[in-house]
């Protein structure tokens, strides 16, 4: 609905002169990404189903390390059997599903600490406090491991099975579920030339981006062009997910652009104005002559000249009348444009190369915009 809406407006915009607002498209949208996402989404529903909070605990390492250190908390929540009646108000609220009202123990490594089970204890036989272990919590709990049968308050015999070893396994399958193993599309193996990631303008370095990008995909889902694709494993497993510039299919880095940094919620994209984004220089353009139409096919084309928007790309005279790029390293910013409308397949005539570190480009002054002379622009095809 939200991509129909746009394209809408933006054709209103086109037939009054206006450009604004960008044309953009569900295609881009890549297989293996989503299967990724519905596999993590049905995993986490299953879990929460099947034993709350699991998945949070087990494979999430924020919510691993929080419950290893949990273990070892002097606070904690504590079932009190002499007044615990064994109504399993408590178990029913519990969130995390940590209480076991009939064994009368807690899990605190599970525990989010939401108090739910002292609200609804009508005996005051769940409390919070020190953590002391009595006798009759250490009875049952050797009752359990040798999977005997216990008497609950009600005289009901009750029959419990050890199954950590069962969660453990179903913990580890979910982790391998999460993390399939994709293939690389076409557009990825065509640019495999480019082993380091391109950037996001505005977070500074590659390093920099990797130690605080969180994976989020806010600035993949609110790219205008749909550039910015979660990574696979193309660039190693610790830059699994997290986002690249890719230019081969059908769009570039707008010049004056700057959703990305806007909605950066973790800081690896820091907030640029649209003079600055105008100057960060995340790659540079490089040319191979070789794969070119123009030196292939002896045609004329431009494409890559026409849709520089800094002027880094200019058309230089080759043979019988026939022009090929040159690129002008300082007034390049690796926007892309140049690559993306490039017509050569399946390895393009002109890639951007990234920087580990971004750097400065020269900016044209508007006046010099002005003054370029349509007719140096020779797009042929």
């Not at 993590?40 to 087990?58: E, S």
């Not at 969180?214 to 610790?238: D, M, N, S, Y």
């Not at 993306?340 to 002054?365: F, G, M, Y």
Request: proline residues 4%.
């Amino acid at each position: 609905a939200v991509v129909g809406i746009n394209n809408v407006l933006s054709n209103v915009c086109e037939f009054f002169g206006n450009y604004d607002v960008y044309r953009v498209t569900l295609h881009t949208v890549e297989l293996w990404s989503a299967m990724a996402a519905v596999l993590i989404f049905i995993v986490v529903l299953a879990t929460a189903y099947i034993n709350g909070r699991l998945l949070c605990n087990t494979v999430c390492p924020v919510g691993t390390v929080l419950g290893l250190l949990s273990r070892f908390s002097p606070f904690t929540i504590k079932i009190d059997g002499r007044k615990c009646t064994g109504c399993k108000l408590c178990e029913t609220v519990c969130k995390s599903k940590c209480i076991d009202g009939v064994g009368r123990k807690v899990d605190g490594s599970r525990c989010v600490m939401c108090l739910n089970c002292m609200r609804v204890c009508r005996r005051g036989g769940i409390g919070y406090g020190l953590r002391v272990t009595d006798y009759e919590t250490m009875i049952i709990g050797k009752q359990l491991k040798a999977n005997v049968e216990v008497s609950g308050p009600a005289g009901e015999a009750k029959r419990f099975v050890v199954n950590d070893r069962r969660k453990f396994l179903f913990a580890t399958a979910s982790l391998a579920v999460s993390l399939p193993v994709v293939s690389v599309p076409l557009g990825r193996i065509c640019d495999g030339f480019r082993r380091t990631p391109l950037t996001p303008p505005g977070s500074h370095s590659l390093e920099r981006f990797k130690n605080h990008c969180t994976a989020c995909h806010l600035c993949v889902t609110h790219c205008p062009q749909q550039i910015l694709k979660p990574a696979a494993l193309e660039f190693g497993l610790g830059y699994l997910f997290k986002p690249h510039l890719s230019f081969y299919e059908t769009g570039y880095c707008n010049y004056g652009c700057t959703v990305c940094s806007e909605v950066c919620p973790a800081g690896a994209i820091l907030r640029l104005t649209e003079r600055e984004k105008m100057a960060v220089q995340i790659g540079v353009a490089e040319f191979d002559r070789s794969r070119c139409v123009v030196y292939t096919d002896l045609t004329s084309c431009g494409a890559c000249a026409e849709h520089c928007p800094t002027l880094a790309v200019r058309m230089v005279d080759y043979v019988d009348g026939l022009t090929v790029p040159e690129v002008t390293e300082d007034l390049c910013i690796g926007c892309g444009a140049c690559e993306s409308i490039c017509p050569v397949r399946p390895l393009k005539a002109i890639n951007v190369r990234p920087h580990l570190v971004h750097r400065t480009a020269l900016v044209s002054d508007d006046e010099q915009l002005r003054e370029i002379d349509g007719g140096e622009l020779d797009f042929g095809f």
